[in-house]
């Protein structure tokens, strides 16, 4: 959907991610950007020059948060400290939704910093759904989840990822961030039609997607996010976008980052398929409007 | 020789259980299968970065692998779970790896790889937050010296350089005191803080001067990757010579966001030491020692007032 409750009822357009190697050209020549996504990890800090950048930007550009360590499936209880360090960041952002994985990574306080697959079972999507509940309505912000790449599956798992998702988010009545390089990656990684994934989750929750690129190695994909985006991955995006509408849709580049404009282009092919989606989508009400009287 | 990193207990994560739950029937089945899997991945690799072939209890650790996570015709359940195992730890070495260059200067790569992983098989993260995982690495060396020695000393002076620099960079920054402000209160009731981002630190080798030029000189081997030319020049500034034993005092901290390391004498270190401790400001200059001038104090509250470093007390 262009723009629902989940993403605060925001149109954004295309992103891309804030990164470190990109300070200076942005600060300096203030490219035209939609929006920028930053790691909400990285500027939960007390001072300093990673605050002082995010207020140069904020002058500029509209910002996203997107956060790597909330860890919703963690079974341990929110920590109270990092809840009030991560609501500081979202009144200075003012940030129209926030975006975390729908993963593990922490037990009994202890960290792996990793975002780590879930057992598929009601027992964990209830949980879930109760701690992304919680979180919500202590940040006061709309929250989209996303589904990350995983390399490993558990006996346990009662049902689909796409539906542990499904049942996540009904649950918690929040909102999708699709990536669909991650869905990639897991159905190659599974086995599984990566369009089954996309056909299967709720489409009017779908608030933010993400494209990126993986590497490809003999026996499983790895999601890198150093290179530009495959193919098969805009295929998915074109379909996504098509069953969900334009979406505000960032591009992930996070290793071996080139130069701001090759990761910029990068992320504006995602036009092409939004183009093809609203003719698509143009066509589909044409249709129901009858003949026309007269052609213009 | 140091005992093997295998053998060494993570702190504050409970034990795992026996088996891993057959299903997930509540939050607490959860947590187990959590926590079994997460002692997996935070064990230290084997020395061809494997995952360890014997669980805790003895058993196989294909047989505990299989127990809950799923084969696919490529990869076994070990082998599933030995790449997150394997991610974990190439993650965090490079973490810290990046955060060290000095610690690294002085034990070299491969002995400081060795005490990452004995640092934090002990300790592994307890924060949400990577900016922190360096936090008890100083309190790690002083208490299994092994992994330092003989160079113990030195590294913990580095380390705890290095980490002044973490708080420097990113600490709060408090609303600076101004002269009229500290003019309103008797010195004997005055009690001042320094700004939270400042780390003073009295050392027993001069470490500002060791990191920055072993900085310096992986800038230049970093160049020198670059550009076949430097090459030479790269070479023979390889080695950066560790310091002697010098008494130094120094704070570090930052100024229009940028980072700085300043040397301080022993009674201005001191009366910094003192304001930090909450003692009131006439205490405070008394710390000093008696040889402290006057006009040398005053001089010096004029510079740490222009660089922004006291605070009031809350
Ligand atoms: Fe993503």
């Not at chain 1, 093809?276 to 007269?294: D, I, L, Q, Y």
């Amino acid at each position: 959907m262009p723009a629902n409750s989940f993403n605060g009822h925001t149109d954004y357009g295309i992103g891309i991610g804030l990164r470190v190697p990109h300070y200076a050209h942005i600060l300096e020549k203030k490219p035209v950007v939609d929006w920028f996504e930053i790691i909400s990890e990285n500027f939960m800090v007390d001072g300093g020059r990673p605050l002082q950048v995010l207020d140069q930007i904020m002058e500029q550009y509209r910002v996203v948060q997107h956060g790597v360590s909330m860890y919703f499936g963690s079974a341990d209880k929110p920590d109270r400290a990092h809840l009030k360090k991560l609501k500081a960041l979202v009144k200075r952002t003012k940030t129209p939704w926030l975006s975390d994985h729908l993963c593990w990574g922490s037990v009994d306080g202890t960290y792996t910093h990793d975002l780590l697959p879930m057992p598929y079972t009601f027992a964990s999507a209830k949980r879930t759904a109760e701690k992304i509940r919680q979180i919500r309505d202590y940040l006061e912000v709309p929250i989209c989840v996303e589904n990350v790449s995983s390399y490993a599956e558990y006996h346990v798992s009662e049902m689909s990822e796409w539906e542990f998702l499904s049942e996540v988010v009904e649950r918690a009545d929040c909102g999708i961030l699709l990536d669909v390089n991650n869905i990639y990656v897991s159905a190659k990684n599974h086995d599984f039609n990566p369009y089954d994934y996309i056909n299967g989750v709720p489409h009017h929750r779908v608030g933010q997607m993400h494209v990126a690129g993986h590497t490809k190695f003999e026996k499983y994909i790895l999601d890198t996010h150093d290179h530009p985006v495959l193919d098969p991955v805009w295929k998915l995006y074109a379909h996504a976008t098509k069953l969900c509408g334009v979406t505000a849709t960032l591009l992930e580049w996070d290793d071996k980052i080139p130069s701001f404009d090759e990761v910029h282009d990068e992320a504006l092919k995602a036009n092409e398929f939004i183009d093809g989606a609203k003719k698509a989508k143009n066509s589909k009400r044409a249709a129901k409007a009858g003949a026309p009287v007269a052609s213009s | 020789m140091p005992r093997s990193i295998s053998s060494i207990r993570a702190t504050g994560l409970k034990a795992p259980p026996k088996h891993a739950p057959r299903r997930l029937a509540s939050t607490n089945d959860v947590v187990k299968l959590q926590r079994l899997m997460t002692h997996i991945l935070i064990r230290p690799l084997t020395k061809s970065d494997g995952l360890q072939p014997v669980w805790i209890d003895g058993r196989p650790m294909t047989e505990v692998a299989e127990e809950f996570i799923k084969p696919n015709d490529r990869l076994s359940a070990f082998e599933r779970l030995q790449l997150y195992n394997r991610m974990y730890w190439f993650r965090l070495i490079d973490i810290m790896h990046d955060d060290n260059p000095g610690l690294r200067a002085v034990l070299g790569d491969k002995k400081f790889t060795r005490l990452i992983e004995a640092y934090l098989a002990k300790y592994p993260s307890r924060s949400f937050t990577l900016r922190n995982l360096c936090s008890r690495l100083g309190q790690f060396i002083r208490e299994e010296s092994r992994w330092t020695a003989p160079h113990t000393a030195l590294a913990t002076n580095v380390v705890r350089f290095e980490w002044a620099q973490t708080v420097a960079f990113d600490e709060a920054q408090l609303p600076v005191l101004s002269a009229a402000e500290i003019a309103r209160t008797p010195p004997v009731r005055l009690r001042l803080r320094l700004q939270p981002y400042i780390t003073l630190l009295a050392l027993d080798y001069p470490v500002d001067t060791y990191v920055v030029a072993v900085k310096q000189r992986n800038a230049l081997r970093t160049e020198a990757s670059n550009a076949v030319d430097k090459v030479r020049e790269a070479k023979q500034s390889k080695y950066v010579a560790r310091p002697r034993r010098e008494r130094i005092y120094v704070a570090v901290h930052r100024l229009d966001n940028w980072l700085y390391y300043k040397r301080l004498g022993r009674p201005a270190f001191l009366i910094l030491q003192a304001i930090a401790a909450g003692q009131t400001l006439d205490d405070a200059v008394t710390a000093g020692g008696r040889r402290v001038k006057p006009e040398q104090v005053g001089g010096w509250f004029a510079m740490w007032m222009e660089l922004g470093w006291l605070c009031r007390k809350k």
